[in-house]
C-alpha cells in the first residue's frame, strides 16, 4: 500500500504543471492542444484510478490534485479576471486595499459579503499577491479544499471507491471548473457548507463540534447569501420531511432501525435510516437567524429584497408553468437546437440526474445496503426537488442562476448517481438466467462507472467540441477556444475602458454590449455609475458614449439584447455600422473603439 501510494503521489501531481503550461500555452501561443492533451490524460486517471484501490489519504490527494488542476486550467487564461460576477467582486475587494478599511455603508450585495471584502485582501496581502492572482490562483486552491471534503463524507456513508466516483462526478460537471470561477464568494460559502457537512457527518458529537459547526454556518451566512438561502430552504424541507416520516413510524409501529424494510404482507417500504444531526432545530434556528441579521444590517436588506421578489414572481408563476414555458430556463437550456456535441453534453446530462434518481430511490427502498444517513438522505431529496425546480418554475432558475443551482445540487446527488449506476448493472446482471457462466466482477463496475465519467467531463470540458470543429454556446471552453466571445479581456480593452471611466463627463451616459459591459465592472460600482447594457440600437440617446471591444471591432458586430442571465434572453449579434457611422470616434487603441454618439439609426 505504501508503494502504491507514493507511485500515486507522484504520478498525479504532473496535473497541475499540465494545467498550468496548457493556460500559458493558450495566453501566449493561443495553442490548446497542451489543454487537449492534459484533459486526455485526466479522462484517462479517472478510468485508471477507479478500477483500483487505495488508500483514503491517497484517494484525498489525487482528489486535490485534480481539483486545482480542473481548476487552474480554466482560471489562469488570460492575465486578467474572466467572467460575470467576479468583475464586481474584484472591485469591492479593491476598494479595502485602496482605502485600508471595509466602507460597510456601500449599499452593495457584493460589498457585504465578507469571503469577498474581507478574505480577499488579506490572502492577497498576506501571500503577496495582487488581487487578479488572488482570485484566479489562491481561491481555485481553497476551493479545491470541497472536492476533498465531499470525499470523506460519501466513504463515511457508502465506500471508498464509490466516494472517489462521486466526487469525480461532481469535478467534471462543467459548473464546478467555469461557473464557479466567476463567483469567488461562492466558492468560499461551499468551502464552510462542506465544513458543515463534514462536521455533521463524521465527527462524534461534542460541544467543540457544536462550536465548530456554528462558526461553520456563520462562515456560509457571511460568504454567500444564494448558497445560504440554498442550505437553509434544503434543511428546513429536509427536517419536516423527517418529522412527518418519524410520526407515520411512530404510527405504524416502525423501528426506525436502518434499512429495516421488513413489513406485515412483505413489499418495500421506505423507513428511515438513523441519523440526523445535520438536522437539529438549534443549528436549523441559528442559521435562519444569522442570515436574517447579516442581511438586514450588512447587506442593508438588498439581499432579502431580491430574495422576497424572486419568491414572489415564482409563486405568481407557478399556476402558469405551461403557458409561460419559454420564461423557464431550465427547460430552455435543455429544448434549445445546439450543436451535435453540446446535444450529446445536454443528455448526459440528463442521464447522470436520472441515475441520481435510481440511486436515491434505490437506497430508499433497500435496495442498496448502504450506510447513508438519515439526514443527508432526506436533504438529497430536496436537493432533487430543487433541482427539478429548476426545470419546471419559471423565475426560479433565473433567480438563482441554473449553473450554480446544479452544481450546489451536486453536493447531496453526486454518490447517488454513482450508487443508480452501480444498481442498474446489478438489475441487468439479475436478468440474465442462471448457468450462463457470465460473471461481471464489481471492479469491472467501478471501472465502467469510471468511463462514465471520464466520458462526462470530456464532453463537458469542451475536449470533443473541438475535435468536432464546433463553437459551443457557453463559456464553458474558455481554455480551449475563444470563438464564442467569452468575457474574456486584453489589454487594451482595459486601457480603453480605464480612459472612459477617468474622462467621460458625468452627465453622459456609457453603452456597451453585454460582455463589455461586464469589464467596466473592475472600475465602478454598478449600482450608482452603471454601465449600461445595449439593448437596443434605439435605446442610444444622442451624446452617449459607446464603447466597442476586440469581438466587436474584428466581428464588426455588437450583442444587442436582454442579457442572457435574464428570465427569457433574446441577445442577438447585429452589425455595428449602426454605432460607427455618423458618430465621433473619440478613442481608438486599434482593439478597442469609443463612440460618442451624435444619432444612432434603428435596425
Known amino acids: 500500500m505504501t508503494t502504491i501510494f507514493r507511485r500515486k503521489t507522484l504520478f498525479i501531481f504532473i496535473y497541475p504543471l499540465l494545467a498550468i503550461v496548457g493556460a500559458i500555452s493558450m495566453n501566449v501561443l493561443a495553442s490548446n492542444l497542451p489543454t487537449m492533451v492534459f484533459l486526455l490524460l485526466v479522462a484517462i486517471g479517472i ?103 465531499l470525499f470523506y463524507i460519501f466513504r463515511k456513508q457508502t465506500n471508498e471507491r464509490i466516494a472517489f466516483l462521486a466526487v469525480c462526478y461532481f469535478m467534471s460537471a462543467f459548473p464546478f471548473y467555469a461557473d464557479m470561477l466567476q463567483v469567488a464568494r461562492q466558492q468560499i460559502a461551499e468551502l464552510f457548507l462542506m465544513l458543515l457537512l463534514v462536521i455533521g457527518t463524521t465527527v462524534a458529537k461534542s460541544s467543540a463540534r457544536t462550536i465548530v459547526m456554528l462558526l461553520a454556518a456563520i462562515g456560509l451566512v457571511v460568504s454567500h447569501y444564494s448558497t445560504a438561502y440554498f442550505y437553509i430552504f434544503v434543511v428546513v424541507l429536509a427536517y419536516f420531511i423527517i418529522t412527518v416520516r418519524k410520526s407515520s413510524m411512530a404510527v405504524t409501529g416502525k423501528s426506525g432501525q436502518p434499512y429495516d424494510r421488513a413489513t406485515p404482507k412483505g413489499g418495500r417500504r421506505w423507513s428511515l435510516p438513523n441519523g440526523t444531526d445535520l438536522l437539529e432545530p438549534y443549528l436549523i434556528l441559528f442559521l435562519g437567524i444569522c442570515a436574517f441579521l447579516w442581511v438586514s444590517f450588512a447587506a442593508l436588506g438588498l439581499a432579502f429584497g431580491t430574495l422576497v421578489v424572486s419568491a414572489r414572481n415564482i409563486i405568481a408563476n407557478v399556476a402558469s408553468v405551461f403557458s409561460k414555458i419559454g420564461t423557464v430556463q431550465g427547460i430552455t437550456a435543455v429544448t434549445s437546437p445546439q450543436p451535435f456535441a453540446e446535444n450529446i453534453t445536454r443528455y448526459l446530462t440528463i442521464l447522470m440526474l436520472a441515475l441520481a434518481v435510481v440511486g436515491l430511490v434505490g437506497v430508499m427502498y433497500g435496495r442498496n445496503r448502504m450506510k447513508i444517513r438519515g439526514d443527508y ?40 448517481a454513482i450508487i443508480g449506476f452501480l444498481t442498474l448493472i446489478g438489475f441487468v446482471q439479475g ?173
Not at 484501490?53 to 474572466?82: D, G, K, T
Not at 426545470?391 to 451536486?410: K, T, W
Request: no cysteine.
Open 377 to 416: 438522505l432526506a436533504m438529497s431529496s430536496v436537493a432533487l426537488v430543487v433541482a427539478g425546480a429548476s426545470f419546471v418554475l419559471p423565475y426560479f432558475a433565473a433567480s438563482l442562476q441554473i449553473d450554480r443551482v446544479y452544481n450546489l445540487s451536486l453536493i447531496f446527488l453526486a454518490p447517488f
Open 47 to 149: 478510468v485508471y484510478i477507479s478500477a483500483r484501490e487505495m488508500s483514503s489519504l491517497s484517494y484525498s490527494i489525487v482528489i486535490y490534485a485534480l481539483s486545482v488542476s480542473l481548476l487552474w486550467h480554466n482560471s489562469l487564461v488570460s492575465n486578467h479576471l474572466w467572467g460575470d460576477d467576479v468583475q464586481s467582486e474584484y472591485y469591492f475587494a479593491s476598494q479595502v486595499l485602496t482605502n485600508a478599511h471595509w466602507v460597510s455603508s456601500i449599499a452593495n450585495d457584493f460589498n457585504s459579503v465578507l469571503s469577498i471584502v474581507m478574505l480577499a485582501p488579506m490572502y492577497s496581502l498576506v501571500v503577496g499577491l495582487n488581487l487578479v492572482q488572488t482570485f484566479k490562483i489562491v481561491y481555485p486552491a481553497l476551493y479545491s479544499l470541497v472536492p476533498v471534503g
Open 431 to 603: 436478468l440474465l438466467p442462471t448457468g450462463t457462466g457470465f460473471h461481471w466482477p464489481i471492479r469491472r463496475s467501478y471501472a465502467a462507472a469510471g468511463i462514465l465519467i471520464a466520458t462526462f467531463l470530456l464532453f463537458n470540458s469542451g475536449f470533443f467540441y473541438v475535435l468536432a470543429n464546433e463553437t459551443p454556446s457557453s463559456f464553458t471552453t474558455v481554455s480551449l477556444n475563444s470563438q464564442n466571445d467569452p468575457p474574456i479581456f486584453n489589454n487594451q480593452e482595459y486601457t480603453g475602458a480605464a480612459w472612459l471611466v477617468q474622462y467621460a463627463a458625468a452627465d453622459n451616459h456609457t453603452f456597451a454590449d453585454e460582455n463589455r459591459q461586464l469589464l467596466f465592472s473592475d472600475f465602478t460600482n454598478q449600482l450608482t455609475d452603471p454601465v449600461s447594457v445595449l439593448t437596443s440600437f434605439s435605446s442610444i440617446p444622442s451624446g452617449s458614449y459607446v464603447f466597442l471591444g476586440t469581438y466587436n471591432i474584428e466581428s464588426s458586430s455588437v450583442l444587442v439584447g436582454t442579457s442572457r442571465l435574464s428570465i427569457n434572453p433574446t441577445s442577438e449579434y447585429l452589425n455595428s455600422e449602426k454605432v460607427t457611422v455618423d458618430n465621433n470616434l473619440i478613442f481608438s487603441s486599434g482593439a478597442t473603439s469609443i463612440f460618442f454618439t451624435i444619432r444612432v439609426s434603428s435596425p
